[in-house]
């Protein structure tokens, strides 16, 4: 079972940036042929997905972060990345990673990393 940690989230101000990072235990192999995603979820809402990159590095994104969060890959470290610019009150949440996949299967959810942005 691949367990998914993330990390890099805290407080920061409105208009400022982070650097989230989700650190797998999949093989290279397994972590090579899967997409992997960030997922968010703020209080009282469902959790959404935020951005995802496929196992070919296309990526996806929700429209309320096009053009200020990125996410990227890293092949060798099996590590995902999504950093966020011009990040407001409104993205504040906690931020998961997990598999993003055309079966839509996903692995267990991790503890995730909070997202605070003050205004």
């Known amino acids: 079972q691949v367990r998914l940690v993330e990390s890099g989230g805290g407080l920061v101000q409105a208009g400022g940036s982070l650097r989230l990072s989700c650190a797998t235990s999949a093989s290279p192999s397994t972590f090579s042929i899967n997409g992997f995603g960030w997922y968010r979820q703020a209080p009282g809402k469902q959790r959404e997905l935020v951005a995802g990159?496929?196992?070919?590095?296309?990526?996806t994104y929700a429209d309320s972060v096009k053009g200020r969060f990125s996410i990227s890959r890293d092949n060798v470290g099996n590590t995902v990345y999504l950093s966020m610019n011009s990040l407001k009150p409104e993205d504040a949440a906690v931020y998961y990673c997990?598999?993003?996949?055309?079966?839509?299967?996903?692995?267990?959810w991790g503890q995730g990393t909070q997202v605070t942005v003050s205004s």
């Open positions: 990159i496929s196992a070919g590095s296309s990526t």
């Open positions: 997990n598999f993003y996949n055309p079966s839509g299967w996903l692995g267990p």
